[in-house]
């Protein structure tokens, strides 16, 4: 990696703020992704952590919080974040640290942020996509609003690359084929958002089962 590169991925870890914000574009979708699409934003379900043992989701709670603090100092707002995020990134099948490394890179963790290519909220979500999948009440800065369509896209993308996270990811910022927001959302995610259960369980020296698998 050339050395404004590393300069740069650097200079996004250390200041709480920093984001390296794109654009989504505008891509003709088939009538049947669409329809799968806006279903999936349909979805009125309460947000909630879904796992096998709720001590577990307590014990990511507590990591995820303290780890947060710094960019949203206030408790409650922080767990229902954190709340929306994990079940949002499950539900789209995707880890819910990756998507809080995304949102740290995005956003900042900043619930107004507008880019310059107008990309809202948390997750830099694009406006178009509610004309193309949403109905006009959508809010792209409500919060459950806001990741539960940035979750779908991200979903999306990933459908489309078969599986290939960082060409998803360009596809996401509209920066396909270029490293730069790839690394950082992947450098922010495993550095500071990676969270291991059992490591959790003997840190904060909680009797817990083992996580399966």
């Known amino acids: 990696m050339k050395g404004w590169r590393v300069l740069l991925l650097l200079a996004a870890f250390a200041v709480p703020g920093v984001s390296l ?8 979708l088939s009538a049947s992704v669409r329809a799968a699409l806006s279903k999936s934003v349909a979805d009125t379900a ?8 709720p001590r577990e989701a307590e014990a990511w709670l507590a990591a995820m919080s303290k780890r947060l603090e710094r ?26 640290q990756l998507v809080l490394g995304l949102i740290q890179v995005e956003s900042g963790f ?6 310059s290519a107008s990309a809202r909220g948390y997750m830099q979500v694009m406006p178009f996509w509610v004309k193309l999948i949403g109905t006009p009440e959508h809010n792209l ?44 959302v992947v450098g922010a995610w495993k ?10 369980r003997r840190t904060a020296g909680q009797t817990l089962p083992r996580q399966p698998g």
């Open 71 to 96: 960019f949203m100092p206030d408790a409650a707002e922080r767990r229902d974040f954190l709340v929306t995020v994990h079940y949002e990134a499950t539900r789209a099948g995707l880890d819910p």
């Open 141 to 184: 800065f409500h919060l459950r609003t806001n990741l539960r369509y940035g979750c779908t896209i991200l979903r999306h993308y990933l459908d489309m690359e078969n599986g290939n996270l960082f060409r998803a990811l360009g596809r996401y910022n509209g920066s396909l084929g270029q490293p730069d927001y790839p690394n950082m």
């Open 46 to 53: 309460a947000p909630r952590i879904v796992t096998r043992d």
């Open 191 to 200: 550095t500071r958002w990676a969270w291991n259960y059992e490591e959790n």
């Open 21 to 28: 914000a794109g654009a989504q574009v505008y891509e003709e």
């Open 110 to 115: 900043r619930k107004y942020a507008v880019s």
